[in-house]
């Protein structure tokens, strides 16, 4: 008997990488058993930046292939689209009635935007995007949110807003957590390991995309920055090497040390190579399953899993409705 809930969700926009892999989705696929998963895509975050409407539909169902070929299971878990459930954006609403322009100020994402210059024309959709991810979390009174580390601020957000309405109007939301994972937490770009891995990163270089082929994969593993010196070693202070040991790791289950191993005496040549083939013998087969999924069977998954999460989603909507005194 499952007892505990788990929620996450990825953004349909720009390419999944194995960022998005190693910090979210791998956690998920090993979670599903143990826990009472729902897994979504958020298209409403995604419009908080302009979106052309063609390209936001095709990534949906994308994302809803890469879950599924990634291992998702839609018989131990749930699976479905944001916009497909309405709850979310009306639990948003009365969230956003209880979260303070303090509490969003803070968050980085929006900080980073704002210091780039951009605060007078950023939305407010990028703004308020937390709190829409707070009511995607508590609606469904989830105790889990494993994600990788840059949403935890988000998550801490959420902590709050329920720990708000609990006080307000008494015990109705669940207070989540945020859950990493060791070394899949930040993976960062292969053209610059100070930053994290990004799907909007403008190189091409930056990331390896989940569906990226085996030549791309070639090119950008060769092209990766390192560290000055020669030695294969896991250490801080040679942060290029140490995020290539991290996907080497947790993509071929060797330990960091065993790579340290593995490697002493020889170069980043062989190390280099070692790991393309590493990165393309795990996408293959991922990328295979992917390619067998048609468009129609991933809609149908969503729309059952929409089916499903609906009943959890009125139902809590209800309480949270009558603890608030709202009469509809
Ligand atoms: P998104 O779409 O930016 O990222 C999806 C997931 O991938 C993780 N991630 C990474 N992990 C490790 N290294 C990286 N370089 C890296 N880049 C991204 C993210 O932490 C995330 O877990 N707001 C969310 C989507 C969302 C959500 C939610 C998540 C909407 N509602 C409710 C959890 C719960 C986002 O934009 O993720």
Same mark, same amino acid.
């Given at each position: &008997? ?16 194995? /960022?998005? !892999?190693?910090?979210?989705?791998? =956690?998920?696929?090993?979670? =599903? ?7 979504? #895509?958020?298209?409403?975050?995604? #419009? ?18 890469? *879950?599924?070929?990634? $291992?998702?299971?839609?018989? =131990? ?39 780039? $210059? ?11 995007? %937390? ?23 988000? #998550? ?13 109007? /008494?015990?109705?939301?669940?207070? %989540? ?27 091409? *270089? ?41 996907? !080497?790791?947790?993509?071929? &289950?060797?330990? %960091? ?7 002493? $005496?020889? /170069? ?11 990165? #393309? ?5 991922? =990328? ?28 809590? &909507? ?6 608030? $005194?709202?009469? /509809?």
């Amino acid at each position: &008997m499952k007892t505990q809930r788990l929620f996450s969700a990825v953004q349909p926009s720009g390419n999944l990488h194995i /960022g998005n !892999y190693l910090g979210a989705i791998a =956690q998920w696929t090993a979670l =599903q058993a143990e826990y009472d998963a729902i897994f979504c #895509i958020a298209d409403l975050h995604a #419009i908080t930046v302009p979106q052309d409407p063609v390209a936001l539909r095709a990534k949906t169902i994308e994302i809803a292939k890469i *879950y599924l070929a990634a $291992g998702v299971d839609p018989e =131990q878990c749930t699976l479905f689209a944001q916009s497909q459930v309405k709850e979310h954006t009306e639990l948003m609403w009365i969230l956003n009635t209880l979260a303070r322009l303090g509490d969003l100020e803070k968050m980085t994402q929006f900080k980073d935007k704002s210091a780039k $210059g951009e605060k007078e024309t950023a939305g407010v959709g990028l703004f308020d995007y %937390p709190v829409l991810m707070a009511a995607d979390i508590l609606l469904y009174d989830t105790a889990i949110v494993p994600v990788g580390e840059d949403q935890l601020q988000h #998550i801490e957000l959420a902590r709050t807003l329920a720990r708000r309405f609990n006080d307000r109007f /008494g015990e109705s939301f669940v207070v %989540p957590e945020g859950r990493v994972t060791r070394g899949g937490a930040r993976i960062m770009g292969l053209d610059d390991p100070t930053k994290k891995m990004s799907k909007s990163a403008t190189s091409e *270089y930056n990331a390896i995309a989940l569906t990226d082929t085996a030549e791309a994969i070639r090119k950008k593993i060769k092209k990766a920055v390192t560290d000055s010196g020669s030695e294969i070693v896991y250490r801080d202070d040679k942060p290029a090497l140490k995020n290539l040991i991290n996907i !080497y790791s947790l993509l071929s &289950m060797k330990t %960091p040390e065993s790579i340290e191993e593995l490697y002493r $005496g020889r /170069g980043y040549g062989d190390f280099k190579t070692d790991l393309a083939e590493v990165v #393309i013998g795990f996408l293959a087969p991922f =990328q295979e399953r992917f390619a067998a999924i048609s468009d129609e069977e991933a809609l149908a998954v969503l729309e059952a899993g929409a089916a499903e999460a609906r009943i959890l989603a009125t139902g809590k &909507m209800r309480l949270v409705r009558e603890r608030i $005194g709202l009469i /509809g």
